[in-house]
Nanobody
Framework: QVKLEESGGGSVQAGGSLRISCTVS????????MGWFRQTPGKERESVAV????????WYADFVKGRFTISRARNLTTVFLQMDSLAPEDTAMYYC??????????????????????WGQGTQVTVTS
């Protein structure tokens, strides 16, 4: 079974950069379709970025395009989210998640989080102005 654990969160000034990580353990099978999602108190969780290992496809929410990059280490143990040009509105708890059936990545709506069935505990990112 895939286990996910986020790390690397912290506080950064607006305009700065931060890279957060999601360590994958237990089994790599079932982690080929993974994404980053975020949530702030009082708001619904929203999708940020998704990556599908096989074809190396990535998808991004419009509000992070050109600023965030999702990638994966060659040894498959870690999925990264590189965040540049951060703004205070990027402040949130960031979660990584996997769709163990790959269905999300094979669909026309890979950013739809309803298919992601394996979640980490989250890492807090705070952007100060």
């Amino acid at each position: 079974q895939v286990k996910l654990e986020e790390s690397g969160g912290g506080s950064v000034q607006a305009g700065g950069s931060l890279r957060i990580s999601c360590t994958v353990s237990g089994s790599f099978f079932g982690s080929e379709c993974m994404g980053w999602f975020r949530q702030t108190p009082g708001k619904e969780r929203e999708s940020v970025a998704v990556r599908y290992d096989g074809p190396g496809e990535t998808w991004y929410a419009d509000f992070v395009k050109g600023r965030f990059t999702i990638s994966r280490a060659r040894n498959l143990t870690t999925v990264f989210l590189q965040m540049d040009s951060l703004a205070p509105e990027d402040t949130a708890m960031y979660y990584c998640a996997a769709d163990s059936t790959f269905g999300s990545c094979l669909s026309t709506r890979p950013l739809d989080m309803s298919g992601y069935n394996n979640w980490g505990q989250g890492t807090q990112v705070t952007v100060t102005s």
